[in-house]
T-cell receptor, first 114, second 117 residues
């Protein structure tokens, strides 16, 4: 079975605060891929990152960083020095090898106030 | 590059009517996907095409739903005899896959919001 859990329904922060969005996944496969997407109010899902199960290196892209820990089945996303434009719903997704569908979590709504 | 486009962006219909949505993928993307997203939920997979072949269908895709991708380019999703439970955002995504390559990334369109009265 494949499942993605994003336990944080909504997070509110003030601009310039750091914030971490949690993602826990379940899969029986040893090879899989994890993704993060951003959905701003306009509705379009924007791809942020893809990580395969063999690559446990953390990644940093500007103010964004991702922490992949296979031992705890987690793929957390941190925004440093948050900005109002970061306000959106963020989705974590899982894809198993051999299947094309993405399995999404329920999303975390991030509200960044000035 | 032009992204994935979907038409219409909004559709309001009465229960029992048929509706059709169109998706134009990113040029040269050989895979096309349909998802459905209801309020407060993540997108749920419906089906996908590799070129013109429909290769995977979710159990969510009831007999009232049909999708086509006749020439391996744009795709249509039709819902017959709409029900109020069909009200949702219908998202299309596309990706480029090559044999032996790494898994492809799906790029999403803006969606079509369907309201069934």
């Amino acid at each position: 079975a494949q499942k993605v859990t994003q336990a944080q329904t909504e997070i509110s922060v003030v601009e310039k605060e750091d914030v971490t969005l949690d993602c826990v996944y379940e899969t029986r496969d040893t090879t899989y891929y994890l993704f993060w997407y951003k959905q701003p109010p306009s509705g379009e899902l924007v791809f942020l990152i893809r990580r395969n199960s063999f690559d446990e290196q953390n990644e940093i892209s500007g103010r964004y960083s991702w922490n992949f820990q296979k031992s705890t089945s987690s793929f957390n996303f941190t925004i440093t020095a948050s900005q109002v434009v970061d306000s959106a719903v963020y989705f974590c997704a899982l894809k198993n090898t051999g299947f094309q569908k993405l399995v999404f979590g329920t999303g975390t709504r991030l509200l960044v106030s000035p | 590059d032009t992204g994935v486009s979907q038409d219409p962006r909004h559709k309001i219909t009465k229960r029992g009517q048929n509706v059709t949505f169109r998706c134009d993928p990113i040029s040269e993307h050989n895979r096309l996907y349909w998802y459905r997203q209801t309020l407060g939920q993540g997108p749920e997979f419906l089906t996908y095409f590799q070129n013109e072949a429909q290769l995977e269908k979710s159990r969510l895709l009831s007999d009232r739903f049909s999708a086509e991708r006749p020439k391996g380019s744009f795709s249509t999703l039709e819902i017959q005899r709409t029900e109020q439970g069909d009200s949702a955002m219908y998202l299309c995504a596309s990706s480029f896959s090559r044999a032996g390559g790494p898994t492809d990334t799906q790029y999403f369109g803006p969606g079509t919001r369907l309201t069934v009265l």
